[in-house]
């Protein structure tokens, strides 16, 4: 079956994980509570805001420039249900939106989002933000 979607379309049905950058101490606070109910954007939002692999990094450099003390999480997709929609935004493309609480139970991993001297993030070394989102399925399920 060929993709014949836009190149600034992701195919959803493919899609295995999903990203969210978040502040360190929410993100510690949801760990101690079992749930991540969002960043104060999400909740105002009415959803909690992801990003695919490819749309992560201009999610970092657009949201969180110079932001210190951030995490990136992964997420498996699929144990999101119904719940997890995708949603038009930035130049058409499609984000996955969370219209429930994150359950710790659905997040493969945790990385943290350090500063580089330009204001930039460093995401993880073997980040998949270079290849194909259906490709993400051969990422370990927890990182160090």
């Not at 969002?38 to 999610?59: L, N």
């Amino acid at each position: 079956m060929t993709n014949n979607l836009p190149d600034n379309q992701t195919d959803t049905s493919r899609t295995t994980v999903v990203y969210k950058i978040t502040h360190a101490a929410a993100w510690e606070a949801a760990q101690a509570a079992g749930r991540f109910t969002g960043a104060p954007v999400d909740v105002q939002d009415g959803y909690i805001h992801f990003s695919t692999a490819r749309q992560a990094r201009e999610t970092a450099a657009r949201h969180f420039a110079d932001q210190t003390d951030l995490v990136l999480v992964a997420v498996d997709a699929p144990a999101l249900g119904a719940a997890l929609l995708w949603e038009p935004s930035r130049g058409g493309d499609l984000f996955p939106h969370l219209y429930a609480p994150l359950l710790m139970e659905a997040v493969l991993w945790t990385h943290p989002l350090p500063l580089q001297p330009d204001g930039t993030h460093i995401f993880p070394d073997d980040f998949p933000d270079n290849l194909p989102d259906n490709l993400q399925d051969n990422l370990p399920d927890a990182r160090p």
